[in-house]
């Protein structure tokens, strides 16, 4: 595994969503913690697959932000983004289709040197919740799982056709299962209703 990226990452959580369903999703929906947690995580997934990356998406450090919302707001941006209508568990905004390539090496930034921004994962908590319910693992879990979804999708990976879902979950589940965030069969059951969906689906 490559050395961990810097990573500038901004976490939003919606204050207005239930308190006892922000408690239940524990530090990573908490506004004093989410950043610092959901930072080690995506840095570790992203060291991860750097030798896997495209050399337009290998770069030393990122930005991307993370938004935990409620269904009322997803719904909107799923209605907006995608025509579709209701709810879904993850979206996801990548900012680099058809990137310059940058550099491939890792290391301290030159001074001067910005972050690749990479785009936006946004998840709903109340969705996530009631999806965690249903295949009886905790909310804490589901969320790693719609952020890895998420993460792919900014950087290329996407599931048009059955065998592209099988390698992007089957991806998912190794980066998971390094956090100790998986158990086998669960991402089996989740994937078939993820809503994560990239910048080539918009048109």
């Known amino acids: 595994m490559s050395s961990a990226p810097e990573l500038d990452l901004v976490v939003e959580v919606d204050e207005t969503l239930a308190a006892a369903l922000r408690g239940a999703a524990g530090p990573l929906a908490c506004a004093q913690e989410a950043e610092g947690l959901w930072g080690e995580l995506l840095r570790r997934w992203l060291a991860e697959l750097a030798e896997e990356l495209p050399p337009a998406l290998r770069h030393r450090a990122y930005s991307l932000s993370l938004q935990i919302v409620g269904d009322e707001a997803i719904a909107e941006l799923n209605h907006s983004w995608r025509d579709r209508p209701g709810p879904t568990d993850v979206l996801a905004f990548a900012a680099q289709e058809g990137a310059p390539p940058l550099p491939a090496t890792w290391g301290d930034l030159e001074e001067g040197e910005t972050p690749l921004e990479l785009g936006d994962i946004i998840l709903s908590l109340e969705t996530a919740a009631r999806q965690a319910d249903d295949h009886g693992h905790p909310l804490e879990q589901e969320l790693r799982f719609l952020a890895s979804h998420g993460l792919l999708h900014l950087l290329g990976w996407d599931h048009p056709d059955e065998?592209?879902?099988a390698a992007m979950l089957a991806r998912q589940e190794r980066?998971?299962?390094?956090?100790?965030?998986?158990?086998?069969?669960?991402?089996?059951?989740?994937?078939?209703?993820s809503g994560g969906f990239s910048p080539s689906e918009w048109g």
Not at 175 to 193: C, F, H, K, N, W
């Open 163 to 165: 065998p592209s879902l």
């Open 175 to 193: 980066l998971l299962q390094g956090v100790g965030a998986s158990e086998p069969g669960d991402q089996e059951q989740t994937m078939v209703r």
